[in-house]
């Protein structure tokens, strides 16, 4: 694997405390995601469940995971089924991991072919009462009339045991992950780690008449020397007014003298994810308007990132923070004091220039799980990012960093990244003398 071993101690807690929500006599049956195709012999690239990858640590496809602690045999406890080498499989694929492997990353003892997974849970069926089955349950989820491989295993289980209770993973996935063990964090910090190469690689390159994607080419190589899976999301490279256009990542123009970039971008680590923002001058130095739009943004990011911390509410954070931009906004001369008097509470006046939430949890997945009616808590990563978006003026700034919440407020877990406005034209002065 690309990335260094994480300790197999994670994924036994992680199932310990899975297993200590489940209800009395059930089990818990987790698929790995598909090899999806593309075109001809072609496929995309494999991303794992993430609740697989959570309780197992098991990255290969065509896995299954069932935990039933409650089994008469201890052995039982919590299986992996995974699939079986063979002499074709070798020559065209290569090696899958070995039953001693999957034991060595997940530290499950009981690994089984996948093919013998129908004739075992015929026997966990006849003595447990309720199955909890994955689903992909996440706020902003992405559905498809295909059926996944999850679909297809909630089919086959109702097929096969009708008269079963069935409970969601995702009910006890969405309150587990949220909360970050010393070992995720690391993750994370290293995923922030590589996003900071990759950034150091763009105010090396970036010049008058660079074209958006080779910028980003700068952060691809970064994460593939390094060792990291993937970018965490397609990278958002948008200069002038392209970054007005919040998940634009065509990435094909060209940066032009006297524009800003707004470079959105993150890095997936052992499949933990970093999420950070930067804007920088094309040609090295920020005009007076772009500087006075960047310091408001930057001031809303370092005053609205105070907020995150134990016992505030969502809605309550992100209420403040769009008080602090919009005081921004007047100052910048974008909306008047009589705007905001007269507004329509339901669409107000700073929704013309800012019209997104500033804070979202962040892991397995860039948006990580986890309920937004829920209370912030010690050990939550959450991203900060305000910005502002003027596009009769081709500018477009937002600032994004990742925090872990602790007892004190939090850390900012990106402070390594330049962020100051003389500290970003310095770098790029020093690096292009």
């Given at each position: 694997m690309r990335y260094d071993t994480i300790p197999v101690?994670?994924?036994?807690?992680?199932?310990?405390?899975?297993?200590?929500?489940?209800?009395?006599?059930?089990?818990a049956i987790l698929t790995s995601n598909d090899v999806m195709p593309n075109n001809a012999d072609d496929v995309m690239g494999f991303a794992q469940n993430n609740d697989l990858f959570y309780l197992s640590g098991i990255e290969q496809d065509e896995t299954i995971l069932v935990l039933y602690p409650e089994a008469f045999k201890e052995e039982n406890r919590a299986i992996l089924f995974v699939k079986e080498v063979n002499e074709q499989t070798l020559i065209w694929e290569g090696d899958f991991l070995t039953k001693e492997q999957v034991t060595a990353i997940s530290g499950i003892k009981n690994v089984k072919w996948i093919h013998e997974f129908e004739k075992t849970m015929q026997l966990f069926a006849f003595e447990s009462d309720v199955f909890y089955l994955g689903h992909n349950e996440h706020i902003k989820r992405v559905t498809s009339e295909i059926k996944t491989r999850q679909d297809r295993m909630i089919d086959w289980c109702k097929e096969k045991y009708p008269l079963h209770k069935y409970d969601r993973v995702a009910k006890i996935t969405r309150d587990l992950r949220p909360i970050k063990s010393?070992?995720?964090?690391?993750?994370?910090?290293?995923?922030?780690?590589?996003?900071?190469?990759?950034?150091e690689g763009v105010l090396k390159t970036i010049r008058p008449n660079i074209k958006?994607?080779?910028?980003?080419?700068?952060?691809?190589?970064?994460?593939?020397?390094?060792?990291?899976?993937?970018?965490?999301f397609k990278p958002i490279v948008a200069s002038g007014k392209n970054a007005c256009a919040l998940h634009y990542n065509t990435n094909d123009s060209v940066c032009k003298d006297n524009e800003m970039v707004l470079i959105d971008f993150g890095v997936c680590y052992a499949n933990y994810n970093s999420d950070t923002t930067r804007c920088v001058p094309v040609n090295g130095v920020f005009s007076p308007r772009q500087k006075a739009v960047y310091q408001s943004v930057l001031y809303c990011l370092k005053e609205g990132s105070k907020l995150l911390k134990p016992g505030v509410l969502s809605k309550d954070y992100e209420l403040q923070m769009a008080k602090l931009i919009e005081a921004e906004l007047v100052k910048l001369g974008l909306i008047t004091k009589e705007e905001i008097a007269n507004q329509n509470p339901e669409n107000p006046a700073y929704k013309k220039y800012f019209m997104h939430g500033t804070a979202h949890h962040l892991g397995l997945d860039v948006h990580d799980v986890g309920l937004y009616s829920r209370p912030f808590e010690k050990g939550m990563v959450l991203t900060c990012e305000p910005g502002i978006y003027i596009r009769e003026e081709g500018i477009g700034c937002r600032l994004e960093n990742d925090y872990l919440l602790t007892d004190d407020g939090n850390i900012n877990l990106s402070e390594a990244l330049p962020i100051e406005?003389?500290?970003?034209?310095?770098?790029?002065?020093?690096?292009?003398?």
């Open positions: 101690s994670l994924f036994v807690e992680n199932r310990k405390r899975f297993a200590d929500k489940m209800q009395a006599n059930s089990l010393s070992e995720e964090i690391d993750l994370i910090k290293k995923a922030v780690e590589i996003s900071i190469k990759g950034f958006e994607y080779e910028l980003e080419a700068e952060l691809a190589h970064a994460y593939i020397k390094n060792g990291a899976t993937r970018h965490a406005i003389e500290e970003i034209e310095s770098l790029i002065k020093n690096i292009n003398q």
